[in-house]
């Protein structure tokens, strides 16, 4: 079955840097956009940043300047390096999956990751 599996997150002060990881399985990974999206308590959830199968990016405004996305189709591996985090950077972030298929669309979503910024 397919996975998507988070690592990285946790508390970081203020200026802090982190970087969060997905791991998917069970998906041809390599033909599949990637995308981050974060929900605070609260509030809706919010396209963080994405990457397309062919490595175009884009970012919220939000961290534009502050966040990169990658990924390593030989490890089957997102990433999300964070840097410069604030307060308002606190969330649940998630690793989502699409592939938008001529007969069929498949959208995946891992458990999620807590990131906590605080002093």
């Known amino acids: 079955q397919v996975q998507l599996v988070e690592s990285g997150g946790g508390l970081v002060q203020p200026g802090g840097s982190l970087r969060l990881s997905c791991a998917a399985s069970?998906?041809?990974?390599?033909?599949?956009?990637m995308a981050w999206y974060r929900q605070a308590p609260g509030k809706q959830r919010e396209l963080v940043a994405a990457i397309t199968s062919g490595g175009s990016t884009n970012y919220a405004d939000s961290v534009k300047g502050r966040f990169t996305i990658s990924r390593d189709n030989a490890k089957n591996t997102v990433y999300l390096q964070m840097n410069s985090l604030n307060p308002e950077d606190t969330a649940v972030y998630y690793c989502?999956?699409?592939?938008?298929?001529?007969?069929?669309?498949?959208?995946?979503w891992g458990q999620g990751t807590q990131v906590t910024v605080s002093s």
């Open positions: 069970g998906i041809i990974f390599s033909i599949y956009d």
């Open positions: 989502n999956a699409v592939y938008d298929g001529e007969i069929s669309r498949k959208n995946y």
